[in-house]
T-cell receptor, first 114, second 118 residues
Framework: GAVVSQHPSWVICKSGTSVKIECRSL??????MFWYRQFPKQSLMLMATSNEGSKATYEQGVEKDKFLINHASLTLSTLTVTSAHPEDSSFYICSARDLYSEAFFGQGTRLTVV | AQTVTQSQPEMSVQEAETVTLSCTYD???????LFWYKQPPSRQMILVIRQEAYKQQNATENRFSVNFQKAAKSFSLKISDSQLGDTAMYFCAFMKLSGIQGAQKLVFGQGTRLTINP
């Protein structure tokens, strides 16, 4: 299957700082990328859907100004957690697909805010 | 809105046994896909099997097969000859086919934690 690379795998940041997570499709052009958040022992919660070159569509209850999503090219989407706080600590997962394929998932990023 | 329900939070079987994970869903859509994903301790999401709703034949992938009952909106996963490497969280997921092509999103169930014991 296609490969989606997510970076970093884990990150620790200080409260009040911002952190950026990258999601790259390595061998296909991802027209759509999805960002999820997963709490321990829980399911994936969709945060937003991003299409290349347009603004992301956020799910209800997700703060747009807190979680900035950019999908500047067909192979790269970024999630920036701004002014991070301990409650933003979580596991973040991206997935990507082209027009016709299934969704392929990145390895996930464990964010810890201290 | 679509919902996916997995009623078994945890299951445990012995190696080589057969286990069935349950999934039900609610939708008014007629065209959709159903998926089972596996999330091992590494937390990498792995597609196990996919079923197109318009196909009557149940999908199979080696030791994995599904029982798709469209009228009952049921989509169970059977794992035969279970192996230690099958230990993982299993998520059932729904995706409708209407809407903008490529932008259809997955709706996940709550997950079932499956443990295969030696």
């Amino acid at each position: 299957g296609a490969v989606v690379s997510q970076h970093p795998s884990w990150v620790i940041c200080k409260s009040g700082t911002s952190v950026k997570i990258e999601c790259r499709s390595l061998d296909f052009q991802a027209t759509t990328m999805f960002w999820y958040r997963q709490f321990p022992k829980q399911s994936l919660m969709l945060m937003a859907t991003s299409n290349e070159g347009s603004k992301a569509t956020y799910e209800q209850g997700v703060e747009k100004d807190k979680f900035l999503i950019n999908h500047a090219s067909l192979t790269l989407s970024t999630l920036t957690v701004t002014s991070a706080h301990p409650e933003d600590s979580s596991f973040y997962i991206c997935s990507a697909r082209d027009l016709y394929s299934e969704a392929f998932f990145g390895q996930g990023t464990r964010l810890t805010v201290v | 809105a679509q919902t996916v329900t997995q009623s078994q939070p945890e299951m445990s079987v012995q190696e080589a046994e057969t286990v069935t994970l349950s999934c039900t869903y609610d939708t008014s859509e007629s065209n959709y896909y159903l998926f089972w994903y596996k999330q091992p301790p590494s937390r990498q999401m792995i597609l196990v099997i996919r079923q197109e709703a318009y196909k009557q034949q149940n999908a199979t992938e080696n030791r994995f097969s599904v029982n798709f009952q469209k009228a009952a909106k049921s989509f169970s996963l059977k794992i035969s000859d279970s192996q230690l490497g099958d230990t993982a969280m299993y998520f059932c997921a729904f995706m409708k086919l209407s809407g903008i092509q490529g932008a259809q999103k997955l709706v996940f169930g709550q997950g079932t934690r499956l443990t295969i014991n030696p």
